[in-house]
């Protein structure tokens, strides 16, 4: 699939390809395999893709996606982080720990389900918010 994808979309001049995998755990040995499969597969479809590799974590996991995300940089190499479900957590602060572990851009995050939900991360904003929901 990734192959025939990067071949179509270079057919219809098209300027980018986002393939988004299934939800996984660094854990599963099988799917975490599968996934560096994929990215193999893309170099050859096209010499020097994929250009990104993007890390959704799910906001409400607090520290433990600190593990998740060190796994999966070690695994394939990350070049930035979405976090999403920050729209009903109190366990957002671990958006500060994994960018000072990971020394790695958070890009976006997402603050409910729909597209206009998914927000570009800025740091001074955030901040904002949390101190704001707690002394206000």
Not at 34 to 55: D, F, S, V, W
Not at 71 to 76: D, L, S, V, Y
Not at 111 to 132: A, C, H, S
């Amino acid at each position: 699939m990734v192959y025939d994808t990067i071949q179509s979309a270079m057919a219809k001049n098209a300027d980018h390809v986002i393939i988004d995998t299934a939800g996984r755990l660094h854990t599963q040995v099988n799917l975490s395999e599968e996934l560096k499969k994929m990215i193999r597969i893309a170099g050859k479809a096209k010499a020097g893709t994929p250009h990104r590799k993007l890390l959704v974590l799910d906001g409400t996991q607090g520290s433990s996606s600190i593990n998740q995300a060190k796994a999966f940089n070690e695994m394939i190499g990350i070049d930035g982080i979405i976090i999403s479900k920050l729209d009903g957590t109190a366990k957002g602060g671990s958006v500060f720990s994994i960018a000072d572990e990971l020394k790695m851009p958070i890009l976006y995050i997402g603050t409910g389900e729909k597209p206009e939900d998914l927000i570009p991360f800025q740091p001074n904003d955030y901040i904002y918010t949390i101190l704001n929901e707690i002394f206000i």
